[in-house]
Structures are given as structure tokens and as C-alpha cells.
């Protein structure tokens, strides 16, 4: 009896849900009838999953690479998942802000400690030479990455370090988006010119990126932390977490591009040319980009000496 009356309730429910549809529940439920049980493969689309992988070339390991970089770019869907929910939310409250910072985490150190499938995973001399098939395509081209630190901070914290003071948030986010300090890292400094990777870039991604910079115009994940009472902005687990994904972001994550790119990169004394164009001695090292989300966090120690130990590590590891 309780069955029937629990069953009863649902049905009343349903009518309540689908009466401003202009169906009645009846055709619903005849279509429910008619639908096939939906199975594990097609709910994720697995087939279609699994065809996404198409090498340039017949070097076994290239799939390899192409999945990683397939995966990294899920887990940034992931990470910008958790930011618009919290760009979103008006509440302050405290134990929702630190939770999706806690899964912001959770995705980046994944990450980080996957990353050994891209510095050991592969054989260097496969890839030296099926690298030469994806020119000039190259992981700076990551939109999600910029799109993750636009919703992180305000873009006046995202101008190359060498001019960031000379800018603030009063500046125009037109002024601000072109300092921006990645496309130094696509830039011969000596003539100005720009790679074809950044003109790729910036022609299919610029107009997004602007966008959403306005968007989140003081209501990046910086602005709502500064923006809580002082009760909660100096909760010790809060800015734990922020100083977390920070690392994470700014230290920790390039330092796995670092390690990766020296090891496949680095021939003896010389250089090998990431195949974007990137400079990346010059362009990956977080001591020499200094990109910080959330200043406020730090001692001026702490960020005079952003991942200086870093470099040494990479560099000088009879440093260590």
C-alpha cells in the first residue's frame, strides 16, 4: 500500500513538471517506453571516445602523446567546472568555497603526478621525430589553461612580470589581455614578430578570452575571496587551499612541462625548438614568469622568491 501511495506521489510529480510543456505526462511515458536502456558505452559515447585519437605519423608512441594531452584537457574542463561554480555563487559560503577549491586541487595533482606518462613514458627518439609532423601545433595553444587563469585572478596579475607594475585593474581589459604574460613565449623578443602558433591562437581564441575576461571583470575567484568577511578570509583551510591551487597552477604544473621539455628538448648543450616556436627555457620557468593568483596570500619574501628553487632544480641540481 505505501508502494502504491509512494508511486502515486511521483506520478503527481511528473504531471506537476510537465504541464507547462504542452505534453501531457501520458506521452512522456509513452516515450519512456519506447527508449532503449541506455547502456555504459553510449552514455559516455566510448566509441566515439576512442576514435579521437589520429596520429600524423606510424611512431607508436605518438598515440601516447595525443591521449595525454587528450586527457589534460578534460581535467581542465573539470577544474574550469568547479571555477564557474564558484565565480557563480553570491552565498560566502565558507565551506562551499573551500570544497571546490579542494577539487580544483584534487584535478591538478592528478595531473602533476601523471605527468611522468609525459617524461617517462615515451621514447625520445620517436618523439624527435614524429614531432616534426605536428608543426606548428604546440600545448600553449591550451585555451582552457588561460580560460582556468582568467577565472583564477584579475588579468592585471596576468601581465608579464617585467611591465606588471606599470598596470592595475583600472586599466582596459583590451590594455591588460595584450601584456599578457604567454605571449611572450611566443614572441621573438628581438623583432617583435609573432610565431604562427600565437597568430593561430590569438585568431580563434582572442575574441573568447576577452569575453570572459569581461565576464568575470572583478568577480574572479580572487575578487569573491577578497570579497568575504574578514571571519572567513583569514581561515587558516581557506588559504591553505588557495595557496594550493597556486602551486599548483604557477609552480608545479609548469615544472612538469620543464622537466618533460628538458629531457625531450635538451641535446647536450644545445637546444631543440619546442614545435610551436615556444622559447621555453625562457617561457616555462615560474621563478622568471612570477604569475601569481592570489597576491594578497603572500609575504613580499614569498613572492620576490616565487619558484626561484624551482629552476635550480631543474637547471643547477648539484644545487640541491
Not at 66 to 77: D, N
Amino acid at each position: 500500500m505505501k508502494e502504491r501511495e509512494g508511486i502515486d506521489s511521483q506520478i503527481q510529480k511528473l504531471e506537476e513538471k510537465y504541464k507547462d510543456s504542452g505534453q501531457d505526462l501520458s506521452s512522456y511515458l509513452d516515450g519512456l517506453l519506447h527508449q532503449r536502456y541506455l547502456t555504459y558505452w553510449d552514455y559516455i559515447n566510448l566509441d566515439t571516445l576512442l576514435s579521437l585519437q589520429q596520429p600524423r605519423t606510424y611512431f607508436p608512441d605518438e598515440e601516447i602523446f595525443i591521449m595525454y594531452h587528450q586527457i589534460t584537457e578534460l581535467y581542465f574542463k573539470l577544474i574550469l567546472h568547479e571555477q564557474k561554480q564558484l565565480v557563480d555563487d553570491k552565498s560566502q559560503n565558507l565551506d562551499f568555497f573551500i570544497e571546490k577549491v579542494r577539487r580544483v586541487n584534487s584535478y591538478y595533482e592528478a595531473l602533476i603526478s601523471s605527468f611522468k606518462i609525459m617524461i617517462k613514458g615515451m621514447e625520445r627518439e620517436q618523439f624527435l621525430q614524429y614531432r616534426m609532423a605536428l608543426l606548428p601545433a604546440s600545448g600553449f595553444q591550451s585555451a582552457q589553461f588561460r580560460m582556468i587563469e582568467i577565472y583564477s585572478t584579475g588579468l592585471e596579475n596576468l601581465v608579464h612580470q617585467s611591465k606588471r607594475d606599470q598596470f592595475t585593474d583600472l586599466n582596459s581589459i583590451e590594455e591588460l589581455y595584450e601584456e599578457i604574460y604567454w605571449k611572450r613565449g611566443a614572441t621573438d623578443l628581438a623583432t617583435g614578430e609573432k610565431t604562427l602558433t600565437l597568430k593561430q591562437f590569438e585568431y580563434r581564441y582572442t575574441p573568447r578570452l576577452i569575453r570572459i575576461a569581461k565576464q568575470v571583470h572583478n568577480n574572479t575567484i580572487y575578487h569573491k575571496y577578497l570579497q568575504l568577511p574578514e571571519t572567513k578570509r583569514y581561515n587558516k583551510e581557506l588559504v591553505q587551499a588557495l595557496k594550493t591551487m597556486d602551486i599548483n597552477a604557477n609552480v608545479n604544473w609548469p615544472l612538469m612541462h620543464m622537466g618533460s621539455a628538458h629531457r625531450y628538448l635538451a641535446k647536450d648543450k644545445e637546444q631543440v625548438d619546442a614545435t610551436g616556436g615556444t622559447n621555453w627555457k625562457e617561457y616555462l620557468p615560474p621563478s622568471f614568469q612570477k604569475v601569481v593568483f592570489f597576491p594578497e596570500i603572500y609575504s613580499k619574501q614569498e613572492l620576490n622568491n616565487w619558484g626561484k628553487q624551482w629552476v635550480d632544480h631543474i637547471f643547477n641540481p648539484e644545487k640541491k
